[in-house]
C-alpha cells in the first residue's frame, strides 16, 4: 500500500536553519526603523531580536500561491522566461499556460487567473498550425 506523499516545503529553514529567518528579521527591522520615524506612532517599539526570532518563526508563513517562477514577459523584459504567447524563450514548440507564468503575486487568489491563463494558452494552441517533428540526426 502506497502511503500519502509529504511534502516538506522547508519554510524559515534555509541553508543553515537561519537564513530565512534573519532576512524576514532584517526586513521587518527596516519597517520598525520607518514606523519609529513617524512622530504620530512613538508608541512602537523595536522588539528584542529573541523576540523578533520568535515573532517570524510563530506568524511568518506562506501564502501558497507560487507564481513567477517563469514569468511571462516582453522580449525586453530579460528576467521573462516565457514570451506573450506562452512560448518558453529558447526552445522550441513549448510553452507554460499556469500560474507559474504570472509576474508578481496578485491581491487575490491565483485560480481564476491561473484558468484564464489556462484557456488563453488553449486558444492559442488551437489557433497555432501543429508542430512538426524534429529532424533526426
Known amino acids: ?6 511534502c516538506a ?3 524559515l529553514k534555509g541553508v543553515d536553519g537561519t537564513y530565512d529567518v534573519s ?30 526570532a520568535y515573532y517570524v518563526r510563530r506568524f511568518a508563513g506562506t501564502y ?14 530579460a528576467q521573462s ?21 504570472i509576474p508578481e503575486i496578485p491581491n487575490a487568489n491565483t485560480a481564476a487567473i491561473a484558468m484564464m491563463v489556462g484557456f488563453h494558452g488553449a486558444d492559442i494552441i488551437m489557433a497555432t498550425p501543429p508542430v512538426t517533428a524534429c529532424a533526426t540526426r
Open 1 to 6: 500500500m502506497l502511503c500519502a506523499p509529504c
Open 9 to 11: 516545503a522547508n519554510y
Open 23 to 52: 532576512v524576514i528579521m532584517e526586513g521587518l527591522e527596516r519597517f520598525q526603523d520607518v514606523i519609529s520615524a513617524s512622530p504620530h506612532l512613538e508608541i512602537i517599539q523595536p522588539a528584542p531580536d529573541a523576540d523578533l
Open 64 to 77: 501558497n500561491h507560487h507564481v513567477g517562477t517563469c514569468r511571462m514577459g516582453d522580449a525586453s523584459d
Open 81 to 101: 522566461v516565457v514570451d506573450r504567447q506562452l512560448r518558453v524563450v529558447g526552445a522550441h514548440a513549448l510553452r507554460v499556460a499556469d500560474a507559474s507564468v
